[in-house]
């Protein structure tokens, strides 16, 4: 199965997904934005597609013009019934391409927070299963995204009531980092630090560092999610 996925920053690559997909003989290629000459495969030739996070917003274009691109590419990928996965920033992307409104949440999320299913998470039961003691996951987001329409509501944390959705079966968005890796938690924080100002779902860099011991757990999932998703 060819695995393609699309990288915003140096910082926030695949993590944990990358051996995972390695170990199991997943084709990888990838679109890096930040490396000039950029180019994006032929949809035929994607089974699967992964966005992941980056801190710049789906609004950007003026500052980011490759994300016109971006989600041109992303919303074929959909509308061709390709397997389609969002991290962060990807499920902010993936849900404006199924027409969501994405904006400012109310609350900044940065540290370790559980989240718990939404009342139709228990209509997608194999996901439910992963979710349903209220896991204590990774979060780095300011922006939140809507539900896009025909998609289900499956997560919620105490911050934001939207945490992930599904479109169909092949399309999963997830608003946090179970991918996170002890490397990729240093390089977000060594280039996020200005994020950490004190408030009420902001940890400090202490805490965060403290919650490490949540990181196991969150790649557990991760690779149930991963075996799922692409079964």
Known sequence: MRIHYLQHVSFEGLGYMEAWLQEWHYKLSATRFYEPGYKFPAVADVDALIIMGG???VYDEEQYPWLQEEKVFIKACVLSGKKV????????LVAACLN????????????????QPATECQQFSWFYELFKNNPVVF???GDRFGIPGNSKNLLMSE??????????????GLQFHLEVTELSMKQMLANGAADLEPARYVQSEQAISEGMVHM????????????RWLG
């Open 55 to 57: 801190p710049m917003g």
């Open 85 to 92: 996965l969002g991290i962060c920033l990807g499920a902010q």
């Open 100 to 115: 969501a409104k994405v904006d400012r949440a109310v609350h900044k999320e940065i540290g370790w927070f559980p989240v």
């Open 139 to 141: 979060h780095w987001h």
């Open 159 to 172: 911050a934001n009531t939207n945490q992930a959705f599904c479109y169909g079966k092949n399309v999963i």
């Open 216 to 227: 196991s757990h969150c790649n557990q999932i991760m690779a149930e999610v991963l075996q």
